[in-house]
Structure formats: C-alpha cells, structure tokens
C-alpha cells in the first residue's frame, strides 16, 4: 500500500509539473507577443511625436525652409496647383 501511494504521488507530481510548466510557457509566449506589440508602438509613437513637434507649425516650416530649402523650394499661388490623376 505504501509503494503504490508513493508511485501514485510520484506520477502525481510529475503530472502536476508538467502541466504548470507548459501553462508558464504559454503565458512567457504571451508576455513576449506583448512586448513586441510595445515595442513596435513605442517606435511608431516616437516617430509620430517627432513629426508633430518639427512639422506641426507654420513657423518652424518657414524656419526649416529657410535653413534647408531656400533655393529649391519656391512659393506658388493656388490656382498654379494641378492636381494629376493616374488612370490605369
């Protein structure tokens, strides 16, 4: 009676460690999916914040026209603005 109490709490065991460490895989697979998807997000954030603090004024697209782009850029008027229509 002892030896099979053993054996059945050896098999017990085993079974129960086996099910807590596939169910601690799964919520590391999860964990890691999650950090991913942070990740992408941060950067897409960063780069959205940059757009908008350097491109979101007036003025500081005059200021960087003025610093970068004086000669290759020139101002039209809006009726010199063509809109072209790609018909494939």
């Known amino acids: 009676m002892k030896k099979f109490f053993a054996i059945f709490l050896i098999v017990f065991l085993i079974l129960f460690t086996a099910l807590i460490k596939n169910s601690s895989k799964r919520i590391d697979d999860e964990i890691f999916i999650v950090k991913e998807n942070i990740r992408f997000l941060k950067k897409e954030i960063d780069d959205l914040k940059l757009e908008y603090n350097y491109l979101s004024s007036g003025e500081k697209l005059m200021i960087l026209k003025a610093r970068f782009f004086e000669e ?16 494939d």
Not at 74 to 86: F, R
């Open 72 to 87: 290759d850029l020139s101002a039209k008027k809006k009726n010199e603005i063509k809109i072209l229509q790609n018909n």
